[in-house]
């Protein structure tokens, strides 16, 4: 599944979800048509589903446009039917909902509007929350209560320990989230372009070439290959070389471990953390890396594989996407909108400015 942020207005976003096994598309929360459509054109996409988390305009505003090309089907909570025109799916709270192969939960979360909802795709661990939740903050309250607000923030709670790998090209990082609050975060001066050097310097090829071959070669299970060397068709702008498959495997294993060893393995900040944190989600900027080496990263992690969660997941600011994933399925328990004035931490603080 491929998630797509497109810039709408001024300061609004739309999220285009693929999911390319079913050739299911979807958009969430489209403030206006045109930039979802010129996406679609140059992605040769036919959009099946408009998938709304409120009424208000900024949100819905390119519905009738795009179910009118597409003859797509909107998707919204049933309580605001009055206010999202022609919801052709309408859904009750804590009830399931198929995209594509993936179950989504849809979770009532009133506070901005009454009939504000999230999407939760159970096993992509993403949640689409609107206005609902930012990154490090939350929307106005203009219909709720700020008891309202507060539960929705905090829904599945029990989920708030978790930890964060992200490999960017350049840079990588790990957080630590206990409680819900961010206790650990270091980052490292090296991404999944190191990889491609190191093949690069020892084997002579271009990243062009490289990324070729990932793309041909399954290294996640060579196995099934039954490759021993590489073909001339991958020496594009090489000199060909007679280069054994086995040994491009061990320089990317031997790349891996190391990266894994610094950030997580043999990391002490971390030496607790099988006790305290059930997942791990590892997310990958380089859509080549994660297609194709995804696996080898998850394997030198050395814990159970249905503790860890492997995602595509392209910085850009779809960073802002994720922290209010992270908050809303996690909960927000040391940091709440303030009830009463004592003893308000700095972001109690900070609320308390515009509420």
């Known amino acids: 599944m491929e998630i797509s942020l497109i810039p709408c207005l001024t300061d609004n ?6 999911d390319q096994e079913s050739k299911t598309v979807g958009v969430v929360d489209p403030s206006e048509s045109t930039p979802v459509i010129d996406f679609l054109k140059k992605k040769e996409l036919k959009l099946n589903y408009i998938l709304n988390t409120h009424h208000h305009f900024d949100h819905i505003g390119g519905n009738s446009d795009l179910k009118k090309i597409y003859n797509a089907k909107i998707v919204g909570f049933s309580g605001d039917k009055h206010r999202i025109p022609n919801i ?8 399931n909902w198929v995209f594509g192969k993936s179950k989504v939960r849809i979770l009532h979360i009133p506070g901005h509007t009454l009939g504000h909802i999230c999407f939760f795709f159970e096993k992509e661990k993403i949640a689409f929350t609107g206005d609902t939740l930012f990154s490090l903050g939350c929307g106005r309250i203009f219909e709720g209560t700020y008891q309202q607000m507060l539960s929705s923030i905090n829904k599945n709670k029990d989920l708030k ?5 992200h490999f960017d090209s350049e840079l990588s990082s790990i957080s630590l989230y206990e409680d819900s609050s961010l206790t650990f975060l270091k980052t490292f001066p090296f991404g999944t372009n190191s990889i491609y050097r190191d ?17 041909e070669l399954n290294f996640n299970n060579l196995q099934k290959e039954r490759v021993k060397y590489l073909d001339r068709k991958f020496f594009i ?8 498959v086995n040994h491009l495997k061990s320089i990317i294993d031997a790349r891996i471990e190391e990266m894994i060893d610094y950030i997580f ?22 859509k080549c890396v994660f297609n194709n080496l995804g696996d080898l990263f998850k394997n030198s992690l ?17 960073s802002a996407l994720l922290g209010a994933a992270e908050l809303i399925l996690k909960g927000w328990h040391k940091e709440a909108i303030p009830f009463t004035s004592k003893k308000k931490s700095v972001i109690s603080g900070f609320f308390s400015r515009f509420f």
């Open 13 to 18: 976003y739309a999220y285009i979800i693929n």
């Open 88 to 95: 052709d799916i309408p859904l009750e709270n804590n009830s």
């Open 161 to 165: 320990n978790f930890a964060i790998i």
């Open 199 to 215: 093949i690069t310097q020892l084997c002579l090829l271009k990243k062009d070439e490289i990324k070729l071959i990932f793309n």
């Open 237 to 244: 702008k090489s000199d060909f070389t007679k280069l054994s």
């Open 265 to 286: 393995s043999k990391n002490k900040n971390l030496n607790y953390l099988n006790s305290k944190v059930p997942l791990i989600y590892v997310f990958f900027e380089d």
């Open 302 to 318: 050395n814990i159970e594989q249905n503790k860890i969660l492997s995602k595509l997941f392209p910085l850009d600011d779809s």
